[in-house]
């Protein structure tokens, strides 16, 4: 079984920042991408920012230059560290990870339960 945890969402002020962590456990034989995705009341869920295991970033346009990912691999965790909030960030915000369990498996996409982050104006 592999398992995404995360932790550090909670209510912040317009300006302020938070740093979310996510740590995969479990039967893991290599972690593959890692990422962030949030899904807004009404809306889809939309990828934040994510980092591949060679290192490779990619954001969305709306957190470019406000939020930041990183990835430690030793501890199997992805980081997002998240400056300027904005009250159009306030969502549940995902992890998201391909984890290959075992050398004779192929990856699997896991989720996180998702921790609320709310940015008041």
């Known amino acids: 079984q592999v398992q995404l945890v995360e932790s550090g969402g909670g209510l912040v002020q317009a300006g302020g920042s938070l740093r979310l962590s996510c740590a995969a456990s479990?039967?893991?034989?290599?972690?593959?991408?890692m990422g962030w995705y949030r899904q807004a009341p009404g809306k889809e869920r939309e990828l934040v920012a994510a980092v591949t295991s060679g290192g490779s970033l990619n954001y969305a346009d709306s957190v470019k230059g406000r939020f930041t990912i990183s990835r430690d691999n030793a501890k199997n965790t992805v980081y997002l560290q998240m400056n300027s909030l904005k009250p159009e960030d306030t969502a549940v915000y995902y992890c998201?990870?391909?984890?290959?369990?075992?050398?004779?498996?192929?990856?699997?996409?896991?989720w996180g339960q998702g921790t609320q982050v709310t940015v008041s104006s």
């Open positions: 998201n990870a391909r984890i290959q369990p075992s050398r004779y498996t192929v990856d699997y996409n896991y």
């Open positions: 479990g039967s893991i034989f290599s972690i593959n991408g």
